[in-house]
């Protein structure tokens, strides 16, 4: 089976993108594993499908595999790469669309200059929603990781994440604590771990360790939830600049009740046809 593809990223966090509107694709575990395989495959931190949705007033439906094969509910760098790749692919005319995803609706804005606004609809706190395991809904979870008791927040992006401050991103054992935090037991279905190093009230740097691919170089719905809980802590103020090592994101927030608001670049790097 031949299929084409699009390689894009979104500040690093790179993507191999289908076309399932033009052609057919149904891949098992293994062939997923083998596209996003770097040695063997294209190589990406995730594979990104563009559908056909039955849903009035969507335009397309958006689905998510993880490097081991995995379907993940959200990906804010890809949502910004999904509508980049229907407009320059000709699907749509739109510059702004509305996107079925596992955990609702998102609404992805080509902007003039070249960036991607994407509307990531509200965060939400209550454990059994992310889900955690928690006796009660509080701002800073403790979360015993590798004998110590880390402060944690928790948030739904429509994936769950777990939001630490740390002194220094830099310095952090971010490949030690990440892969533990990621399958740690309170989490049934994994977690996306964050490293927030606070700069000012406005900026920060973050690393995230990702379900299921491990560090990336950027992570959107992590940079999302980095912010939201430094607000929520009271130590950030929307907009956040937010520092990943692959660039910068812009997060905004109005506070409970209102959406996050991520604005970042898209680029697509090549196309191409592989066998499998």
């Given amino acids: 089976m031949k299929l084409k593809f699009s390689k894009m990223h979104g500040l690093g966090n ?5 076309d399932g509107v033009r052609q057919q694709v149904s891949l098992s575990p293994e062939q997923l594993v083998y596209l996003a395989d770097r040695h063997f495959g294209v190589g990406c931190d995730q594979i990104l499908l563009v559908e056909k949705t039955e849903q009035p007033g969507i335009d397309f439906r958006y689905r998510i595999f993880n490097a081991d094969g995995g379907e993940v509910e959200q990906c804010g760098n890809g949502a910004r790469c999904f509508v980049r790749f229907v407009h320059d692919q000709g699907l749509t005319e739109k510059r702004q669309i509305r996107v079925e995803t596992l955990k609702g609706t998102i609404e992805p804005r ?36 590798a004998d110590e008791t880390l402060e944690t927040s928790v948030v739904s992006m429509g994936n769950p994440h777990a939001v630490q401050v740390v002194d220094s991103v830099d310095t952090h054992p971010v490949g030690e604590h990440g892969p533990l935090i990621e399958r740690h037991v309170r989490f049934p279905q994994r977690v996306n771990a964050g490293f927030m190093q606070i700069i000012d009230r406005h900026s920060i740097k973050l690393r995230v360790y990702e379900r299921g691919s491990g560090e990336t170089m950027a992570c959107g719905t992590g940079a999302c939830a980095a912010a939201v809980a430094g607000i929520r802590r009271g130590l950030l103020d929307s907009p956040v600049r937010v520092m990943t090592r692959g660039g910068d994101l812009s997060i905004a927030w109005g506070g409970l009740g209102r959406p ?17």
């Fill in 110 to 145: 080509l902007e003039a200059d070249g960036n991607v606004t994407v509307d990531m609809g509200e965060p939400r706190f209550l454990p059994a929603e992310i889900p955690f395991v928690a006796d009660e809904d509080v701002i800073i979870h403790l979360l015993d990781v």
């Fill in 14 to 18: 790179d993507f191999v993108v289908l």
């Fill in 260 to 276: 996050v608001l991520m604005t970042g670049p898209a680029v697509t790097v090549f196309t191409g046809e592989i066998e499998l």
